[in-house]
């Protein structure tokens, strides 16, 4: 499939099951405005129209007119008027330029889907360029990091590197930018196992944002699956952009540190029946979509965006799996953060887990072997999944985002359910042999407040989106702050400075993989904007001019990893379950109330019960973790051992300063409103 050369010439094939004819459009510049040769593919096999052009080498751009019925009401879209993208090109010749010709229907006031539209978008589509695979890897290896052993670092490549002072100017927000020297020191400095990269498959900004003056900053809105995105390469030759791709992770693979790719499968950047015509609708529309059964000129919507992809098709689903295939097999890439996957696993009436795709994933010995990462939901019935993803697949847990958060910001009851999150989940995820690595923990990601803003701000502040605040999750999870946004006001920087310990040592000692949101342990702020997808500014941009206070939060965050990376009960593989240990002669876990006493079923039931002790007990340690979420001190009596022990204290969220305090057992030992503070018996 696609455009391949093989020394002498190149082969074209793309899939049209319902065209009438295919015609192979070349152009011999981006600048064309007119193709200069128009070539009828007369080969067709299984729906997969095809010719061998000896003439034909890496270079070359191109494109396709495919010719059918343009009958939207019985799902067909057919518009030769328009040139589409490969779906299978490898680079990008020519990007596309907004236009109303690239709509299949008259772009008028009055626009009807119904009614197709000739004029000729050649000057204007997105093109593929022939391509010829060639990189030398060296002695590139896989770190092959073991899931309980990872911890995800989620980042943008532009956003990551834009303001970065010590990245050269002309690389900055770039693949190669993101791999230079001073991010890399800063990625494992932190104890970063794997960088998780929001989508840089090619993408197209939605018209409605350009003409707002904003983008599709994220990136949500995939236009090639195979494709890198251009405008994040310093290189401007298309070959060259590939190969600055592939040594970004090379570089990472050198450090130690795993690629993970964020990526949309579920939908694409045509959109709904008002969308442009650029690649898949014009190709073959009642093949590559998901249509409404009693109204195929409607799309299923699964996604929000506009339109489903269908993986029910085998041949769509063989276009995925062939993606994901070049990720791993020719740009070395570690594994997956699945958008929206919920929506990958739909049959025709309802979402199947032991459905083809996965379980053709699952069979594929390269697939098989990667990180794979489900956004378990969707926006269709039935859509939240959480927990239900099979072996070896692991799931985004937003109940562990809502519990400690919850928990935190001392909501009544609420300690229960920030319990089991701690302990790794299990009432999701210890089914079908799944291990706690299963969840990935997180209170912080890209959609959303960051860290900073999460402590900063009472409600959303969206207002620069253009979108009269209606816009991102409305729901209030932050504090209760007084006055918003950034101070100088001493104690309020000291408590949210303690918030933010909470946050970021609770996920470092909780069970399951963690994973942290890019610039949180910067003190990254975007004034208030809890859903800045199209904010391609310095709003999204890290800033690397840290204050005191964030290299003070820097310096925590690097402590506490490090404490979950060298001490094996920080970072146990284990659920904690409270069951009895025989060769410790102890339970894995024991929850003590502040009086030393343990904790009684009854005790549980308690709305306004927000202090706790967790005591656990290793071969080759002990530690006594403290939560208290309450308004006020509570002095715990922590388990009394013989001299010469004593208790050191490992993290206190109040006072960082006292790490490495001795405390003789015995001794009472006070924390005050809402902290966490970790002891380990020495």
């Excluded at 696609?2 to 190149?10: H, I, M, Q």
């Excluded at 929000?304 to 062939?322: I, M």
């Excluded at 502040?594 to 002790?613: A, H, R, T, V, Y």
Aim: with cysteine; aromatic share 12%.
């Amino acid at each position: 499939m696609g455009a391949t050369f093989d020394g002498s010439g190149t082969n074209f094939a793309i899939f049209a099951k319902h065209a009438t004819s295919v015609e192979l459009c070349l152009f011999d510049s981006p600048e064309a405005a007119r193709e200069t040769h128009r070539l009828p593919l007369q080969e067709r096999t299984q729906g997969v129209w095809h010719a061998y052009l000896p003439a034909i080498g890496p270079g070359q751009l191109y494109g396709y007119r495919i010719h059918g019925p343009y009958t939207p009401r019985q799902g067909h879209r057919f518009n030769p008027f328009k040139v589409l993208l490969d779906p299978y090109a490898k680079a990008l010749g020519r990007p596309l330029k907004w236009s109303d010709e690239l709509f299949s229907y008259r772009f008028t006031k009055r626009r009807s889907d119904l009614f197709m539209d000739r004029k000729d978008s050649a000057a204007c589509a997105p093109l593929g360029m022939v391509v010829e695979e060639h990189y030398d890897w060296g002695e590139d290896k896989a770190p092959l990091v073991p899931w309980d052993k990872t911890l995800i670092y989620e980042t943008h490549v532009k956003g990551m590197t834009a303001l970065h002072p010590k990245v050269p100017r002309e690389l900055r927000g770039t693949y190669a930018g993101l791999a230079s020297e001073p991010v890399i020191r800063h990625l494992q400095e932190l104890g970063i196992t794997a960088i998780e990269l929001l989508p840089v498959h090619l993408h197209a900004d939605d018209r409605h944002l350009e003409d707002k003056g904003t983008t599709n900053y994220w990136g949500y809105n995939t236009l090639s699956f195979f494709i890198p995105h251009y405008e994040y390469a310093a290189a401007q030759d298309p070959v060259l952009a590939i190969h600055e791709f592939r040594n970004m992770v090379k570089s990472f693979h050198n450090a130690g540190i795993e690629v993970i790719l964020d990526v949309v499968y579920n939908h694409t950047a045509e959109g709904n029946q008002f969308g442009p015509t650029l690649n898949f609708r014009g190709i073959d529309n009642a093949s590559y979509y998901r249509l409404e059964p009693n109204n195929p000129r409607f799309y299923q919507n699964f996604s929000g965006c506009g339109n489903t992809l269908n993986l029910r098709h085998p041949q769509v689903r063989q276009l995925v799996l062939d993606s994901l295939r070049y990720w791993v097999g020719e740009m070395h890439v570690d594994g997956f953060r699945f958008d929206l996957a919920t929506a990958l696993a739909r049959g025709k009436d309802s979402v199947e887990m032991n459905g083809a795709f996965f379980r053709e994933i699952n069979e594929d010995p390269l697939l098989n072997k990667t990180k794979l990462i489900a956004e378990p939901w969707d926006l269709g019935f039935d859509g939240y999944q959480l927990g239900n993803f099979p072996p070896p697949w692991t799931e985004w847990n937003d109940k562990f985002r809502s519990a400690v958060r919850n928990y935190w910001k001392s909501t009544p009851g609420t300690l229960p359910d920030f319990i089991s999150r701690v302990c790794g989940s299990g009432w999701e995820f210890d089914t079908k042999g799944r291990p706690p690595s299963a969840s990935i923990n997180f209170v912080t990601c890209h959609d959303g407040f960051t860290l900073q803003d999460l402590v900063s701000y009472n409600s959303k502040h969206n207002e620069a989106n253009g979108e009269n605040n209606r816009d991102g999750e409305s729901h209030n999870l932050s504090w209760n702050c007084g006055v918003e946004g950034p101070t100088d006001d001493p104690e309020t920087v000291s408590r949210r400075q303690k918030h933010k310990r909470n946050f970021m040592a609770t996920l470092m000692i909780s069970i399951g993989t963690p994973m942290i949101l890019g610039g949180d342990e910067l003190g990254h702020t975007q004034l208030g904007n809890n859903n800045a997808y199209c904010q391609d500014s310095e709003l999204s941009w890290l800033n690397w001019d840290l204050s005191p206070t964030d290299q003070e939060f820097l310096e925590f965050t690097k402590h506490v990893i490090r404490l979950r990376r060298t001490e094996p009960l920080l970072g146990r593989t284990e659920y904690l379950t409270g069951r009895f240990l025989p060769g410790l002669r102890a339970k894995d876990v024991l929850w003590l109330k502040p009086s030393g006493q343990e904790m009684k079923q009854s005790d549980w039931q308690s709305p306004n019960l927000l202090c706790i002790g967790m005591w656990l007990v290793g071969a080759d340690s002990t530690f006594f973790i403290l939560m208290n979420a309450g308004h006020s001190e509570q002095v715990f009596y922590p388990p009394c051992y013989r001299a010469p022990h004593s208790w050191t204290t490992m993290i206190h969220t109040s006072v960082p300063e006292r790490h490495g305090e001795q405390i003789p057992c015995g001794t009472p030992y006070t924390l005050p409103p809402r902290t966490l503070a970790a002891l380990k018996l020495s």
